[in-house]
């Protein structure tokens, strides 16, 4: 069938060339059912050497659950505390967090919850004891569902939710230690015990978390800060520089393209993960509030809140940065050769900007303080570099907008017309008439001046330049280009609703450049938040 058009040809390899294959017998060596050992070690390696303190905190829980547990292999501890003293290896299990203030945290409500509930549970238990066989376990139930409803309710008040793990504490620690006494019969013992279990475990913890290798929320919460700013900074150079260095050739379809998924663009992921970390910094400032002391923060009161506050700031100007990433992907594109026309002023605003918010983010983690004086100074001339150049020529983005009393007046010829540039189009539409325009479409008139190319040509030469400068422009504006190809002739109303097509793709390009403005304009407040967090920070004052 090979000679024959239109046929096909389909190799079917031999058992010989199906047993040299790669894939055929590395299913069987690599894993099963298409999971890989070795993909998964490598996945693991790399997941721990995104950040060692993983590694060290899994080690840290271990040593600490194995100490507890000596208590147990011991018989000499045994002896003491019997079984209760199972309550350390829980205790451990449960408090132990990944840095040391949320341990001291975690540690607090701990402590305070179990106190609390043994000193109930014992006050409860002597009072049924003394009730007599038949009250007794119905004062214990009664106990149980008042210390279970009122828990639960204060807990969800709203100053009272960073304690929310202590009353949870109270609850299962007084039901455990008050039914459990009651069948043993002597629940101020057990309640003693498990107290005594509960500490050890607590300070087991605490120890092994603060002396060996410990992972301190405050400098979690500062290197957050610093790489928030890093990252903000180069996404807004990222997206500039391939907002100006794109011809649109290579871009693929909109339509085709997954949302949030830019695999060349990766400041573009860490600036999207700089606006969901609210979170983040919320929980690493209120753990580091329970942290002593300690490295570069040696005194006490530490403003933590102020990073949180600058996170805040620095989300607000990454809300612009965003918004610049959307112009660069959105399907409307402005023509390259107008981002072209104001490319220096652009750049120069944006790679200022940028300076001066990474300048920021090194100011924090050198933990130094500096005028910013001369780099805010260039930002601002930069910006109003900008505006100006956008003012003067701001005919490139509007001189396609006209009313619709000029399509009334004499067109030019089509030759003129319709092979000059997009932008010189205002000014030739008014020597062309519609009469003409439908008069020269109709297929029998065949009058046409020699000088005068046919009406279908230069259309479609035109409509290829625009291709050629907006490729991305496939399914906006190109349908009303598509419609006119497959009618095989111009409404009286085609030139004009391409026109406002080409306007509106024009204006795009005043989009990029307003929320380039809005940007510089918010870095005030984040050159304010910063000099606040310097201030009560008590950071060394350098002079630029």
């Known amino acids: 069938m090979n000679g024959k058009k239109g046929s096909f040809e389909i190799n079917i390899p031999s058992m010989s060339t199906k047993a ?32 060692t303190n993983r590694v060290t905190f899994s080690f840290k829980v271990g040593l600490s659950v194995l100490l507890v547990s000596l208590l147990i292999l011991f018989q000499a501890p045994y002896d003491i505390f019997g079984t209760n003293i199972i309550w350390s290896i829980l205790t451990v299990a449960i408090m132990f967090e990944y840095t040391v203030g949320a341990t001291f945290n975690r540690g607090f409500n701990r402590a305070l919850g179990s106190l609390l509930a043994g000193i109930l549970a014992i006050a409860v238990a002597q009072l049924a004891l003394r009730s007599g066989r038949v009250a007794e376990p119905i004062i214990i139930g009664i106990s149980i569902f008042l210390i279970g409803a009122i828990t639960s309710f204060m807990k969800l008040w709203p100053s009272l939710v960073p304690y929310e793990y202590g009353f949870r504490v109270i609850l299962f620690t007084y039901c455990l230690i008050i039914v459990s006494g009651y069948r043993m019969g002597n629940p101020i013992g057990t309640a003693m015990d498990r107290l005594y279990s509960i500490a050890i475990g607590g300070f087991v913890a605490v120890l092994v978390n603060v002396l060996v290798f410990p992972i301190w929320a ?32 290579e871009n693929p379809e909109f339509s085709k393209t997954v949302l949030d998924e830019f695999p060349d663009e990766p400041a573009y992921k860490k600036c999207r993960s700089t606006l969901n970390s609210s979170a983040k910094l919320e929980s690493l400032a209120n753990s580091a509030k329970w942290e002593p ?27 612009e940065v965003m918004a610049l990433h959307g112009v660069l992907h959105s399907e409307i ?33 050198n933990m130094k303080r500096s005028l910013k004086t001369s780099l805010l100074k260039k930002v601002h001339i930069s910006t109003e570099r900008l505006q100006r150049a956008m003012d003067l020529h701001s005919y490139l983005l509007i001189s396609n907008i006209e009313s619709t009393d000029n399509f009334s007046k004499p067109f030019p010829k089509l030759s003129q017309t319709l092979s000059t540039a ?40 035109y409509h290829e330049m625009m291709r050629k400068q907006s490729r ?30 080409e306007s509106t793709a024009a204006l795009s390009l005043a989009t990029f450049t307003s929320l380039l403005i809005e940007f510089v304009a918010r870095l005030d407040h984040l050159v304010e938040a910063v000099d606040e967090l310097s201030n009560m920070a008590k950071f060394k004052h350098e002079s630029v």
Not at 23 to 51: L, M, N, P, Q, R
Not at 342 to 365: M, P
Not at 433 to 460: C, F, M, R, Y
Not at 475 to 501: C, I, N
């Open 20 to 51: 040299k294959l790669p894939g055929a017998e590395t299913g069987k060596k690599d894993g099963i059912g298409g999971f890989s050992c070795k993909a998964w070690i490598w996945s693991v390696w790399a997941f721990a050497k995104e950040d």
């Open 218 to 249: 405050g400098e979690q919460l500062h290197k957050e800060i610093v790489s928030s700013f890093n990252s903000v900074a180069d996404s807004l150079e990222e997206c500039v520089k391939k907002y100006l260095a794109d011809d649109g050739l």
């Open 293 to 319: 002391p300690h490295g570069r923060f040696r005194h006490f009161f530490y403003p933590w809140s102020e990073y949180v506050k600058v996170g805040a700031v620095l989300r607000y100007c990454a809300y």
């Open 333 to 365: 594109q402005a023509p390259y050769n107008l981002r072209v026309t104001f490319q220096s002023e652009i750049l120069d605003a944006a790679t200022h900007a940028a300076e001066l918010v990474r300048d920021l983010g090194k100011d924090i983690g």
């Open 422 to 461: 997009p932008f010189d189009l205002s000014s030739q539409f008014p020597e062309l008439d519609s009469n003409n325009l439908v008069k020269n479409s109709d297929p029998t008139n065949q009058t046409t001046p020699s000088d005068t190319i046919a009406l279908g040509h230069p259309v479609e030469s």
């Open 472 to 501: 991305r422009q496939y399914s906006w504006p190109s349908r009303e280009v598509d419609a006119f190809e497959e009618e095989g002739g111009v409404a009286v109303d085609f030139v004009p609703r391409m026109r406002a097509l």
